[in-house]
């Protein structure tokens, strides 16, 4: 059956249709519509392409790279689902964290073609197709001259093409479409959704939606709800409350706190459980709702230790060393286990706070069981999920965005974009919004010009950085006149500095051996004694002070999402520390 494009550009003169800027062909999407052309037009199945198609709008949901419109390079329809296929030519490599053009680290990719890739899914998905529910929406990236293994946790290889995997297809570019297709819905069926393949009625109103997308359609979208409407944290509670299960997205110092204190306070005569990513939220957010005098009974748990308490043969080194799948199948095989005992017994309520890092943990599953009736939580149980994307702690090579939208079915979604943390010091939000792309913006020479109010200080060794906070910070603490006060602050360091030893000398837990410096823990993490407290960036996710002291090595792809942490900690006042 043959395959019909859109454009259909005569075969042989590409070269002169699919062109850069300047007029030079641009190859890599010229071999991929050849490719394409030459191995679906031998296929059985019905197979549409769409080349360079320009979408007028970008889901604000998935738009990593703040871009207003969306053009793919290849757009393909079958039966079985849409494929978005993102052309990168020439030769390709990384390095920490980073796409680079040619194989000697010079010429850095602005995007993640991966990313850029989900985006657009995206913007289909939710903004041009999105009254197409049985529809399955898949990315790919496609390195068409890249003749050499291409392994990074950036990537994941199942859906990715080039020269090198063609043979393991066969060389054939529709065995590896089908393939990411069945692999990607594969992985949804873990998470409960499963596809069937389109009618032909389906198949062909797709077809006249893409074909051709309006340039304007003139949607009046360019009004900010929420200004217009004048809608506060807690009045979108309300707003939402009557669907019990709510999901809230917004960065660090939105309110998603304080919505979840107030969702529990409406948790009348109920048992319910709040999960936390990190052992100090725990212990903080334990301390914070027994003082709330609650009508409810809630426990209050780390997503690891309530799964330890199930499996005591496990310690927690064992279950913070397992891969995401595999902790995964361990919460599977749990929850079967305990439904063969008949010993699960749900929970009347769930808060599951920094869910981005839990998404693909098996946290569906965990909501799916342990709420509502009769296993399905997820329809009928009641819960409140409070996430971050840019806060996870490792994106790449994982699906948690993928976990996340699929939740969306079953939840009434609300994204907050206003921060109120930092209020004081817009700054801090300012330099919060930038870091992640662009970490090495602290080391630009005008960085003082640009933020104001917030110190950098650069030093040689951890020895320099211990003067500097004895001298600096914790003797203007001691200070009786000082404004300076020990349980306003705290020092947040990068996980290198606190592992031991650095470089063969001490580390910066055995230079703080100083009096009135101890190191943050669950009995002084609500202290009030005069004393200066630190912990890894790390363990503070989720916590906030008025005064916050980052020490970080030099800015980079590796320690950005630290960084981008650290800082988001700061409620007026920040200083950051880096060690060369």
């Not at 409810?296 to 005591?312: D, M």
């Not at 003067?467 to 000082?482: A, G």
């Not at 837990?509 to 200066?532: F, H, P, S």
Request: glycine share 4%; with cysteine.
């Amino acid at each position: 059956m043959p395959v019909t494009f859109h454009p259909n550009n005569p075969i042989d003169a590409l070269e002169t249709i699919i062109v850069k800027e300047n007029g030079s062909p641009l190859h890599g999407e010229i071999d991929i519509y050849r490719k394409l052309w030459d191995d679906l037009g031998k296929s059985e199945l019905e197979w549409d392409v769409w080349h360079d198609l320009k979408l007028p709008e970008h889901s604000d949901n998935f738009n990593y790279y703040n871009k207003t419109s969306a053009q793919i390079d290849f757009l393909v329809l079958c039966k079985y689902g849409l494929l978005i296929l993102e052309v990168k030519g020439g030769l390709i490599s990384t390095k920490n964290n980073m796409f680079y053009y040619g194989r000697n680290f010079n010429s850095s990719m602005k995007q993640n073609p991966f990313k850029q890739a989900e985006g657009y899914k995206y913007t289909l998905k939710d903004n041009i197709l999105n009254n197409f529910k049985n529809c399955f929406f898949c990315e790919t990236v496609v390195f068409p001259h890249v003749d050499y293994p291409f392994e990074s946790k950036l990537i994941d290889s199942n859906l990715l093409w080039s020269k090198y995997k063609a043979s393991s297809f066969d060389n054939s570019i529709e065995k590896f479409l089908i393939n990411a297709i069945e692999y990607s819905k594969n992985k949804h069926k873990k998470h409960f959704r499963n596809y069937n393949e389109l009618s032909l009625k389906e198949y062909v109103a797709i077809k006249n939606i893409l074909s051709p997308i309006i340039s304007d359609r003139n949607k009046l979208n360019t009004i900010n709800t929420l200004e217009w409407l004048g809608i506060q944290n807690i009045e979108i509670l309300e707003g939402l409350y009557k669907n019990p299960r709510i999901m809230i997205e917004g960065p660090p110092g939105s309110g998603k706190t304080t919505i979840a204190k107030a969702f529990i306070d409406k948790q009348h005569n109920k048992n319910g459980i709040y999960l936390c990513w990190n052992n100090l939220l725990m212990h903080y957010t334990q301390s914070i709702l027994r003082e709330r005098n609650l009508t409810c009974n809630i426990e209050v748990t780390t997503f690891f230790r309530f799964f330890q308490k199930l499996n005591p043969s496990h310690d927690f080194k064992f279950l913070s060393s397992m891969t995401e799948d595999e902790f995964y199948e361990m919460v599977k095989g749990t929850i079967q286990r305990l439904e063969l005992e008949d010993k699960l017994t749900p929970y009347d309520f769930i808060v599951i706070d920094e869910a981005q890092d839990l998404f693909d943990r098996g946290l569906d599953l965990f909501i799916n069981k342990f709420s509502g009736f009769k296993g399905q939580g997820l329809k009928n149980g009641n819960s409140l999920i409070l996430y971050d994307f840019d806060q996870s702690y490792a994106n790449c090579g994982r699906n948690v965005s993928e976990i996340a939208d699929l939740l969306t079915e079953y939840y009434s979604h609300f994204k907050i974009n206003e921060v109120k943390r930092s209020a004081q010091n817009p700054n801090i939000r300012k330099l919060s919004s930038e870091i992640l792309e662009n970490p090495s913006i602290i080391l630009n020479e005008q960085f003082e010009e640009l933020f104001p109010n917030i110190k950098i200080n650069k030093h040689n060794s951890l020895k320099k950085v211990k003067k500097h906070i004895v001298k600096n910070i914790l003797t203007p603490i001691r200070e009786t006149d000082s404004s300076l006060i020990g349980k306003d602050c705290i020092i947040l360091i990068e996980s290198t500095f606190l592992q031991g030893n650095y470089r063969g000398d001490e580390d910066l837990r055995e230079l703080l051996i100083i009096k009135d410096v101890e190191g943050l823990n669950e009995q002084n993490l609500r202290g009030t004694t005069n004393k200066l407290r630190y912990t890894s960036i790390l363990k503070y996710k989720g916590l906030e002070k008025k005064n916050v002291f980052i020490v970080v090595s030099e800015p980079s792809e590796i320690n950005k999402y630290e960084l981008f942490v650290g800082i988001t900690r700061a409620i007026l006042n920040l200083e950051i520390n880096i060690v060369k």
